[in-house]
């Protein structure tokens, strides 16, 4: 089945080590969005690539960035991740960015920071 | 700007009781409206959307929601409800151009035998 896989499901870090966060995808979409879902929150977009163009959401702090290799891959990467980093990332795809276009939703990683 | 409001952050049903889960939009242009479910520890899986066309819109395991322009409203509902569908849900409206989802708070729906 074509699906959203994240990588790993629980990841645990200590204040201010890096930490990498993986998303892949079967179904060749253009489109690939993080989001950051804090307990007890809606989702926030933190950016999002079209293809190998990448848009940053304003607020989404420096300590955020990301990689897409390839149509398939994205990461995202914490440089130096603190307590309030801590919250369930949540990565999606949609097949274009057009606002009829359903997101689809990998089943997250949850960050524990230490 | 858009946004999203969704009364009750909690809401609790019987078994076999209406559903009712309240979302009120706001859009400066026509809007598409979405609902997702999220299990605890999941990912969101969409329950349905609105883009044009027919106000009454049907999505997966019996939910439906009508898109009420005049009130802006796009209350999702289920005639019976059962234990599995004790979940967060989430109305998302979409903004901008390129597909960015607002979402609601969420609620929280709890479901009791």
């Known amino acids: 089945d074509a699906m959203v896989i994240q990588n790993p499901r629980y990841q645990v870090t200590q204040f201010g080590k890096p930490v990498t966060l993986s998303c892949s995808q079967t179904l060749n979409h253009n489109v690939m969005y993080w989001y950051q879902q804090k307990s007890s929150q809606a989702p926030k977009l933190l950016f999002h690539y079209y293809d190998k163009d990448f848009n940053n959401e304003a607020d989404t702090p420096d300590n955020f960035q990301s990689r897409r290799p390839n149509t398939s891959f994205c990461f995202l990467d914490i440089r130096s991740p603190g307590l309030g980093d801590a919250a369930m990332y949540l990565c999606?795809?949609?097949?274009?960015?057009?606002?009829?276009?359903?997101?689809?939703f990998g089943p997250g990683t949850r960050l524990t920071v230490l | 700007a858009q946004s999203v409001t969704q009364l009750g952050s909690h809401v609790s049903v019987s078994e076999g009781a209406l559903v009712l889960l309240r979302c009120n939009y706001s859009s400066s242009v026509p809007p598409y409206l979405f609902w997702y479910v999220q299990y605890p520890n999941q990912g969101l899986q969409l329950l349905l959307k609105?883009?044009?066309?027919?106000?009454l819109v049907k999505g997966i395991n019996g939910f439906e929601a009508e898109f009420k322009k005049s009130e802006t409203s796009f209350h999702l509902t289920k005639p019976s409800a059962h234990m599995s569908d004790a979940a967060e849900y989430f109305c998302?409206?979409?903004?901008?151009?390129?597909?960015?989802?607002?979402f609601g708070a969420g609620t929280r729906l709890a479901v009791h035998p």
């Open positions: 998302a409206v979409s903004a901008g151009g390129y597909n960015k989802l607002i």
């Open positions: 609105y883009t044009t066309g027919a106000t």
């Open positions: 999606a795809t949609s097949r274009d960015q057009l606002g009829i276009d359903e997101q689809f």
